[in-house]
């Protein structure tokens, strides 16, 4: 799996510790879900014929990135890291099964942003950065955002939103 091949945003983390604890995560999460590639995970099962994880995650990468290029209150890095890992939790909360891909048995009980979380704290990342993970959805509602975790969190309902319509 060429990750950087599937998520070109990658390569602008400067950080190469943090770099590689992404990487580091996905290898993990791909192997947990028992994934072969990503190319069959959808973004989301909250509505029929969603587009793929690694375009959903590239949108929302982008979004991010173009809006803390404008900003001086950002770290990049952190920006990068938490945009690109924000929905790494789905590829363990579904599964495939009988050819289609559902909700998983850890899926039924923990939500892909804690999944995810707990992987980026299980690699060492920043908190900073399970931050943007763990606060990228509704569970962001209880805590305290960091200003990537804003961005991230706009980011991904802008693209949700606007994929959901297309339905
Ligand atoms: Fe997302």
């Not at 770099?19 to 973004?43: H, L, S």
């Not at 509505?47 to 001086?72: C, D, E, Q, W």
Request: a positive charge.
């Amino acid at each position: 799996m060429d990750l950087e091949k599937i998520f070109p945003l990658l390569d602008e983390i400067k950080n190469e510790k943090i770099k590689n604890k992404v990487k580091k995560c996905y290898e993990i999460a791909m192997k947990r879900g028992k994934w072969d590639t990503m190319d069959e995970i959808p973004f989301t099962l909250s509505f029929p014929n969603a587009y793929s994880y690694s375009k959903h995650v590239n949108n929302v990468t982008s979004m991010a990135f173009a809006i803390g290029k404008l900003r001086n209150d950002v770290n990049m890095d952190i920006l990068i890291a938490g945009a690109l890992l924000h929905d790494v939790g789905k590829l363990m909360e579904y599964e495939k099964k009988d050819g289609k891909v559902v909700k998983s048995s850890i899926g039924k009980y923990i939500r892909h942003p804690a999944i995810g979380s707990a992987l980026a704290m299980e690699v060492g990342l920043d908190n900073k950065i399970v931050n943007v993970i763990m606060a990228h959805s509704k569970e962001g509602e209880l805590v305290e955002r960091c200003n990537e975790a804003i961005i991230v969190h706009h980011c991904d309902f802008i693209d949700f939103e606007i994929a959901r319509g297309r339905k």
